[in-house]
Each structure stands twice: as C-alpha cells, then as structure tokens.
C-alpha cells in the first residue's frame, strides 16, 4: 500500500473520529452524570441528519443548514422532558427497553414524516473539490469535518474546564449526590447535559449528511461504535470520549484497508480475500475486549 493512500486513509480515520467524538462527548456525560443509558442518541443524530437535508432542499444554503443544529437540540430536550424524564430513576433494564422503544417508534417516524427513500445534500460547490496536503489531494469537505471536530473539540474543553457550568457538569460526574445536596438544581443541570448533547449529535448529522444516505436507522450502526468509544474512553470522561474516538476511527479505517493487504503476505490471496473484511470488521471490537479486561474503567478515565 502506497505512502499516499496511508495517508489518506490516516486522515479519513481522524475524520471519522472526530464524528464519533461529537456524537461520544454528549452520551458519556449522560451516561455519567445523569446514570442514564440512553439508546436514543444515534436517533438525535439521525433527526439532526434529516433536519438538515430539509433545510438544504428548501434554502438550498448550506449556512441555512446550521440551524439543524439548534433544531436538534430543542427536539432533544423536548423528548427529554416528555419521555426520558420518568426513567431517571429506573434500573439499567428498564431504560434500556424504554430507549430502544423509542429507537424504533423516531424510525417509523421519519420513514412517515420523509417517506422510505433516502435523501441526500450535495457538498457545497466551494467544497466539492480537493486541497493538497503534503502533496497528496483530500476531498476538501473531509477536511473541513476534520476542522470543525476540533474545533468543536477546543470549544467542549473550555466549556468543561473554564465555565461554572463546565464546572458543574464536571462535579456532576464525580459525585452527583454531593453537587444536589449543595443546592444544585440537578434536574436543570440534567436538561442541559441532554440538550448539550443533543445539540453535538445533531451537529454530527449535520456534517455527515453530504457524505452519508440519510435514510430510516441510520442512527444504530454509529450509535454502536459510540458506545465503543464511551467504554474504551472511559464513562463520564470528556477527554477519554476525544481520544477513544480518534483510535477506534483509525483502527476502523486503517485496519478494513491495511489489514486484508497484510492478510495477502501470510496466506493465500483467495482465503485473505474473503477472511480480511470479516475480521477488520472485528478490530475495535477486539480493542474493546482488550481494553475491558485489563482496564474496565477506560484508558482515560475521570480523574476523582
């Protein structure tokens, strides 16, 4: 494999890293400071994904589609009041079964609302194009969802770490009993994590839409490798989510291309072709295990 397709298949990796960061950042702050196991996340990154292909078909704008970001956020914190609010304090299993009811009753309500068929943006035609980076050409849209991951990124530390309510959120994680018991308003904090989270999915969706089929569902597959990235991070843990994401994004490009062209060196090609797929598949979640078994808390857990 050349030096050239390495690289370009490094930064698309980081690309879709820095999309799993958006999407991990958000659920592990539910997951850990409201104890809450929320299925429904890939669905708000879905419904953010799908509010902005109607805003794009109706302006036509891309800077018009920017608004699916705060779109997504109200529709998060609505659905938190409405539907999530009751299962705070419910065991795992009971909001497990809720969520995913709720995963499939968004699917069946896009699929009524946008219909069966995919729908589609276009890349905008100043980014339709490639620009050169150490002499090798990158579509220029990939590169600008490298750009706004971190700076998203950059923008989520300071929050976290600069902010009273960054401050908040970040006692919230360590002992959530304690920041109640001074006073703390924690159903309001709670509805800020949720629609702060909310509003990162929908950014995702947003950014993945001219690059993906929007379509019913489309939410489970990336909601699986977001789990991924909160267990091997660490739950609850900002910093873990960013840097998680980044690894599983690369093992899971890198390895799909790298790892069958390896598999070619050391046994049949036949057998390689038909065996390198099943298990680049498998890596992250190998990685998982690992990780799981040696480090249950993560590889950058919060610091108590």
């Known amino acids: 494999m050349s030096w050239s397709l390495q690289f370009v298949q490094l930064l698309n990796g980081i690309q879709l890293g820095l999309l799993l960061f958006l999407l991990g950042a958000g659920l592990t702050l539910v997951l850990g400071i409201m104890n809450f196991v929320n299925l429904t996340h890939g669905s708000l990154y879905m419904v953010g994904a799908y509010f902005a292909a109607s805003l794009y078909n109706w302006s036509g704008s891309f800077l018009v589609v920017l608004a699916a970001v705060p779109a997504t956020l109200v529709f998060g914190m609505l659905l938190e009041r409405i539907c999530l609010i009751t299962l705070y304090r419910r065991d795992h299993l009971d909001q497990v079964l809720a969520t995913f009811g709720l995963i499939l009753f968004l699917d ?36 600008l969802i490298i750009c706004v991951g971190l700076a998203v990124a950059l923008a989520v530390y300071l929050i976290i770490h600069k902010t009273r309510v960054g401050m908040l959120i970040r006692a919230g994680a360590n002992n959530r009993d304690m920041v109640g018991a001074l006073g703390v308003n924690i159903g309001r904090l709670n509805s800020i994590v949720f629609g702060f989270g909310a509003a990162l999915a929908g950014l995702a969706g947003v950014m993945a839409g001219p690059i993906l089929a929007i379509q019913p569902g489309m939410g489970a597959p990336i909601l699986i490798l977001t789990l991924v990235v909160i267990v091997v991070g660490g739950i609850g843990s900002i910093q873990g989510a960013f840097y998680a994401a980044l690894i599983i994004g690369v093992v899971d490009t890198v390895g799909r291309t790298a790892l069958p062209l390896m598999l070619r060196q050391l046994i049949e090609p036949s057998l390689a072709q038909a065996a390198g797929p099943p298990i680049a598949s498998m890596l992250i979640y190998i990685l998982m295990a690992v990780v799981l078994a040696f480090r249950p808390q993560g590889l950058f857990p919060v610091r108590h």
């Open 108 to 143: 069946e309500l896009v699929r009524a609302i946008w219909g069966p068929a995919p729908q589609f943006m276009v890349v905008p035609p100043m980014l339709s194009g490639t620009i050169g980076l150490f002499g090798i050409p990158y579509p220029a849209y990939r590169f």
